[in-house]
């Protein structure tokens, strides 16, 4: 079993529409997570921050389940420039080595 | 204000070739860390510093790469007798603190190395 899995997609939804990504992870050890965003050919930056008590920014948030290992995205009134690839990122242990999982592609079409 | 900046943005080398990629953090920023992105899949964790110290190498593939930084600041990523499954857009991050786990990376544009 891969340490980070995500369902590839890709997601296509209407301008508007609430969509939602989850992601596991195995290790059950690990202590932060995040959602970085990917445009094509770009770098990744980051989205978010996961905390254990589920955060909001705007139109998207953030929920971690620590007992099914699973994070989730949701992101309302999803717009146009939302179309990018989402990464969830697990670190390990408080270490430095961060496994990201392979990214959830999202198309917004108009 | 200056990001992460890396170089060359993109190397062609031959099978067997040495090449070297540059990558300049945010000033400043004591954690650097070097990935490797295959295409269509998330980036691989190769290696990690503070400041000078190489504290993670676990991700480095083989002994065919070598990462240093050697000033703690710019970072260099060396693949020896390169092959053609080191084709990848490898990427540099760094991030403020020393206690990364829990930092913001910010990310160079990336260097796209294929090799023939």
Not at chain 1, 22 to 48: G, H, I, V
Not at chain 1, 84 to 105: E, H, I, M, S
Not at chain 2, 38 to 67: C, I, M, V, W
């Amino acid at each position: 079993r891969k340490e980070v899995e995500q369902d590839p997609g890709p997601f296509n939804v209407p301008e508007g529409a609430t969509v939602a990504f989850n992601c596991t992870y195995s290790n059950s050890a690990s202590q932060s997570f995040f959602w970085y965003r990917q445009d094509c050919r770009k770098e990744p930056k980051l989205l978010m921050s996961v905390y254990s008590s589920g955060n909001e920014d705007g139109r998207f948030t953030a929920q971690l389940n620590r007992a099914s290992q699973y994070i989730s995205l949701l992101i309302r009134d999803s717009k146009l420039s939302d179309s990018a690839t989402y990464l969830c990122v697990v670190n390990k242990d408080y270490g430095q080595n961060f496994v990201f999982g392979p990214g959830t592609r999202l198309s917004v079409l108009p | 204000g200056a990001g992460v900046s890396q170089s060359p943005r993109y190397k062609v080398a031959k099978r067997g070739q040495d090449v070297a990629l540059r990558c300049d953090p945010i000033s400043g920023h004591v954690s650097l860390f070097w990935y490797q992105q295959a295409l269509g899949q998330g980036p691989e964790f190769l290696t990690y510093f503070q400041n000078e110290a190489q504290l993670d190498k676990s991700g480095l593939p083989s002994d065919r790469f070598f990462a240093e930084r050697p000033e703690g600041s710019v970072s260099t990523l060396k693949i020896q007798r390169t092959q053609q499954e080191d084709s990848a857009v490898y990427l540099c991050a760094s991030s403020l603190m020393a206690e990364a786990s829990t930092d913001t990376q910010y990310f160079g544009p990336g260097t796209r190395l294929t090799v023939l």
